[in-house]
């Protein structure tokens, strides 16, 4: 039987995202679902500045692992996030503020209005923000690290 989204176990992914805490000495509680695009987690502990790390880092890598660890379990490839005490709600928030500063200025100017160092997640989350917008379009240029996320006027 070939595994999907949806005949994971949301329990397995539960159980592998507490191991993955626990090892690192951390403690809280965990919930999970399984959602369009992979595990979401919520993670409530007292520990919530270790696991985010310094922009964020550390909360990017803990995801990748997890997803790593998953795939040993369950044999497909499963995109885990990883919500910690809030903080990628508030960095959504921000960069639906700065989605619009971006927009704003693009028509002001009438030019390309370059938001570099972004993650890749937060690269999507201004593209979905713009994406249907009349006045403006977004996209990413360049490679790896260096790759920008660029909004310019519609033609």
Known sequence: METTLATIDPKIAQET??????????????ETQIGDEG????????????IIGYHGETLESLQLIASLQLYKKVGTFVRV??????YKKNRTDALERLAQGAKERALAESREIALPSLKSWE????????????????????????????????A
């Not at 995202?17 to 965990?30: A, H, P, R």
Request: no cysteine; proline share 3%.
């Open 39 to 50: 595990v979401n987690a919520v993670i409530a502990t007292e520990d919530s500045g270790m």
């Open 123 to 154: 690269r999507r989350i201004v593209h979905v923000i713009l994406q249907e917008d009349p006045e403006v379009m977004s996209e990413s240029i360049g490679e790896g690290k260096d790759r920008t996320l660029v909004v310019k006027p519609r």
């Open 17 to 30: 995202i507490e191991s993955l805490l626990s090892s690192l000495g951390v403690s809280g509680t965990v």
């Open 81 to 86: 996030s990883l919500e910690v005490g809030d």
